[in-house]
């Protein structure tokens, strides 16, 4: 519908081209001013006239023609406001939200995105930092995967670097096999705790710290057979969490992987001449760029976290021919990216206009009280079995005879923290308040999850019903059923924004719209009827409801139960 307005409008308005018109278009708040407006303003230079005076002239042309798909056109100061004939329009807006693949497109055909997320540090607890990154990284996976696009997963585990030489050393001096065996990374962080105490009194750790991170780069079996322990003993938490998310990813190439890559990166760097020999460390200075200068080999020749990253992204591109590598990290990295971003333009690749980093804001408790048993880091899983614990509470007060509790509990205990961190702009804080995150009746999840779970229930009432293609469209031109249909078609177009501005929570706030626009419906309009008529093009919007619902909390990384 609106590409045939957009064509109509081109077909009177030989200055501008559709793309021009399409730009413009407006949809009015009010249904008074009609379904689309299009203002005149911008032509007042081009027809050197006022805006109403163009106005009138352009609608005067339009009414001469009588279009079908029009009720009426007004023109209304510089605006022109298009009442389309209501039976079409839904028609048109039922048959566009029908379509296969709604919301997505084929626009990443042939393309590949790298996405780099999640990715925590190894013998360190997964925290709720780690869980944004996941829960960010994934939506945007989904996001791109629907437009058509080829997307890796990567998980950049932090498994290399200096900590993990006083990791050996910690574990070598305090460290038992069975306590690391049974308490996993907790033992780990607490051994580790103790290392920098003791070296704190004996500053020889640091030095045997550094010297089993030596013999880890250069290959000794026992210093690489205890970190690769750790990095077992770690993933081991790690992969529960994600599959309690029913997450997954492609590649664990962590910082480990690329151990044997950054000796290459090294002699460019040199070879370009980029390499400055700066106190007995080499780095690649940036003060041109209002930088600082990009650390690429420390003193006693040891590779570090950007070296790596240089090497990642120079083996992503070989390997992966991307279009775009995506980085999702906490705000603290700005620099960090900015600096490889640099480096890597420096060195003559100018694929590196096509890496993005992708911030996001902190996490807090509301009011500073942290319900965690943990102190002051708040642990993703120690969140996620909460959420869980509270909802399986809410079911077994409400409706103690669902069947599948645990499995309906996890979906919506996990559903509704993904939503209240998806809720709001990324660089924004997030706050955790239990009332809000689990409220039915709020923009949350569990609500969103409940709307879903209402239409299911609408079809097991009617029971095995055949809706039939084509309904009757006059049934659905009310006002209550035309903004539900009309603020649904706009899927497509969230997704799309949502894709260019690396933001899923503009897909939250539209599943949110589409689910009280439903309410209302549900409210005003009674759907199952004796009229077969109204009955089947009702379930038809109830179905439709579904899907678009279904779909965009998909791009979210959240399920739907069909029963809560
Ligand atoms: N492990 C890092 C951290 O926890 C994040 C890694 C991000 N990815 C990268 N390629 N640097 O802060």
Same mark, same amino acid.
């Given at each position: 519908?609106?590409?045939?307005?957009?064509?109509?409008?081109?077909?009177?308005? !030989?200055?501008?081209?559709?793309?021009?018109? =399409?730009?413009?278009?407006?949809?009015?708040?009010?249904?008074?001013?009609?379904?689309?407006?299009?203002?005149?303003?911008?032509?007042?230079?081009?027809?050197?006239?006022? *805006?109403?005076?163009?106005?009138?002239?352009?609608?005067?042309?339009?009414?001469?023609?009588?279009?079908?798909?029009?009720?009426?056109?007004?023109?209304?100061? &510089?605006?022109?406001?298009?009442?389309?004939?209501?039976?079409?329009?839904?028609?048109?807006?039922?048959?566009?939200?029908?379509?296969?693949?709604?919301?997505?497109?084929?626009?990443? =055909?042939?393309?590949?995105?790298?996405?780099?997320?999640?990715?925590?540090?190894? @013998?360190?607890?997964?925290?709720?930092?780690?869980?944004?990154?996941?829960?960010? &990284?994934?939506?945007?996976?989904?996001?791109?995967?629907?437009?058509?696009?080829?997307?890796?997963?990567?998980?950049?585990? &932090?498994?290399?670097?200096?900590?993990?030489?006083?990791?050996?050393? @910690?574990?070598?001096?305090?460290?038992?096999?069975? +306590?690391?065996?049974?308490?996993?990374?907790? +033992?780990?962080?607490?051994?580790?705790?103790?290392?920098?105490?003791?070296?704190?009194?004996?500053?020889?750790?640091?030095?045997?710290?550094?010297?089993? %991170?030596?013999?880890? =780069?250069?290959?000794?079996? !026992?210093?690489?057979?205890?970190?690769?322990?750790?990095?077992?003993?770690?993933?081991?938490?790690?992969?529960?969490?994600?599959?309690?998310?029913? /997450?997954?990813?492609? #590649?664990?190439?962590?910082?480990?992987?690329?151990?044997?890559?950054?000796?290459?990166?090294?002699?460019?760097?040199?070879?370009?001449?980029?390499?400055?020999?700066?106190?007995?460390?080499?780095?690649?200075?940036?003060?041109?760029?209002?930088?600082?200068?990009?650390?690429?080999?420390?003193?006693?020749?040891?590779?570090?976290?950007?070296?790596?990253?240089?090497?990642?992204?120079?083996?992503?591109?070989?390997?992966?021919?991307?279009?775009?590598?995506?980085?999702?990290?906490?705000?603290?990295?700005?620099? #960090?990216?900015?600096?490889?971003?640099?480096?890597?333009?420096? /060195?003559?690749?100018?694929?590196?206009?096509?890496?993005?980093?992708?911030?996001?804001?902190?996490?807090?408790?509301?009011?500073?009280?942290?319900?965690?048993?943990? &102190?002051?880091?708040?642990?993703?899983?120690?969140?996620? #079995?909460?959420?869980?614990?509270?909802?399986?509470?809410?079911?077994? =007060?409400?409706? *103690?005879?669902?069947?599948?509790?645990?499995?309906?509990?996890?979906?919506?205990?996990?559903?509704?923290?993904?939503?209240?961190?998806?809720?709001?702009?990324?660089?924004?804080?997030?706050?955790?308040?239990?009332?809000?995150?689990?409220?039915?009746?709020?923009?949350?999840? *569990?609500?969103?999850?409940?709307?879903?779970?209402?239409?299911?229930?609408? %079809?097991?009432?009617?029971?095995?019903?055949?809706? *039939?293609?084509?309904?009757?469209?006059?049934?659905?031109?009310?006002?209550?059923?035309?903004?539900?249909?009309?603020?649904?078609?706009?899927?497509?177009?969230?997704?799309?924004?949502?894709?260019?501005?690396?933001?899923?929570?503009?897909?939250?706030?539209?599943?949110?719209?589409?689910?009280?626009?439903?309410?209302?419906?549900?409210?005003?309009?009674?759907?199952?009827?004796?009229?077969?008529?109204?009955?089947?093009?009702?379930?038809?919007?109830?179905?439709?409801?579904?899907?678009?619902?279904?779909?965009?909390?998909?791009?979210?990384?959240?399920?739907?139960?069909?029963?809560?």
């Amino acid at each position: 519908m609106k590409n045939k307005l957009i064509d109509i409008l081109a077909e009177n308005i !030989e200055e501008l081209s559709r793309e021009d018109i =399409e730009l413009s278009l407006e949809i009015p708040k009010k249904s008074n001013m009609g379904d689309y407006a299009f203002p005149c303003f911008r032509l007042a230079k081009v027809f050197r006239k006022a *805006p109403n005076i163009i106005a009138q002239d352009i609608k005067a042309k339009i009414d001469e023609k009588e279009y079908p798909i029009f009720e009426k056109v007004e023109n209304v100061g &510089g605006y022109i406001n298009f009442f389309m004939a209501q039976e079409e329009y839904a028609r048109n807006l039922v048959n566009t939200i029908s379509q296969e693949n709604f919301g997505g497109s084929d626009e990443g =055909e042939g393309k590949t995105i790298c996405i780099d997320y999640s990715s925590p540090n190894v @013998a360190k607890n997964f925290h709720v930092g780690h869980l944004r990154t996941t829960i960010i &990284g994934n939506s945007i996976y989904k996001i791109y995967n629907k437009l058509g696009y080829h997307v890796e997963r990567i998980n950049h585990l &932090g498994d290399w670097g200096t900590q993990f030489g006083k990791l050996i050393v @910690a574990y070598k001096k305090w460290g038992s096999k069975e +306590e690391v065996e049974k308490n996993g990374i907790s +033992e780990l962080m607490k051994i580790y705790v103790k290392f920098h105490e003791e070296a704190e009194k004996d500053p020889s750790l640091e030095d045997q710290a550094r010297e089993w %991170f030596a013999k880890m =780069e250069q290959g000794n079996e !026992e210093a690489l057979e205890i970190w690769r322990w750790f990095v077992d003993i770690s993933l081991v938490e790690y992969r529960r969490i994600y599959e309690l998310l029913g /997450m997954e990813f492609d #590649h664990f190439t962590g910082e480990s992987f690329y151990r044997d890559k950054t000796q290459e990166v090294v002699e460019m760097l040199e070879d370009k001449k980029l390499l400055v020999l700066s106190d007995g460390a080499y780095i690649v200075p940036l003060d041109e760029y209002d930088m600082a200068p990009c650390l690429i080999m420390k003193k006693d020749g040891s590779s570090i976290y950007a070296t790596r990253d240089l090497a990642a992204a120079i083996y992503r591109k070989r390997t992966y021919d991307f279009d775009k590598c995506l980085y999702v990290t906490g705000l603290e990295q700005k620099l #960090h990216f900015a600096q490889v971003f640099k480096v890597l333009n420096l /060195m003559g690749y100018d694929w590196s206009e096509n890496m993005t980093h992708i911030p996001y804001g902190l996490v807090s408790m509301e009011g500073g009280k942290l319900s965690t048993r943990s &102190g002051n880091v708040i642990y993703a899983e120690e969140i996620l #079995h909460e959420s869980i614990q509270k909802i399986r509470e809410i079911i077994e =007060e409400k409706n *103690p005879d669902l069947p599948n509790k645990d499995q309906v509990a996890r979906q919506v205990g996990i559903g509704a923290i993904l939503f209240n961190d998806l809720y709001n702009q990324r660089i924004k804080d997030v706050i955790f308040n239990w009332d809000k995150i689990l409220n039915f009746d709020g923009e949350t999840g *569990p609500y969103v999850q409940y709307t879903y779970a209402r239409c299911a229930s609408i %079809f097991r009432k009617v029971g095995n019903v055949e809706i *039939p293609e084509k309904v009757d469209y006059n049934v659905l031109t009310d006002e209550v059923t035309m903004n539900l249909l009309k603020d649904m078609s706009r899927f497509p177009q969230v997704v799309k924004d949502a894709s260019e501005k690396f933001e899923p929570f503009l897909i939250s706030r539209f599943v949110v719209s589409v689910a009280q626009h439903f309410n209302k419906f549900y409210h005003d309009c009674q759907i199952n009827v004796e009229d077969d008529n109204v009955r089947y093009a009702r379930l038809k919007v109830v179905q439709l409801t579904m899907n678009v619902i279904k779909d965009a909390l998909d791009l979210l990384g959240i399920e739907c139960p069909e029963q809560m």
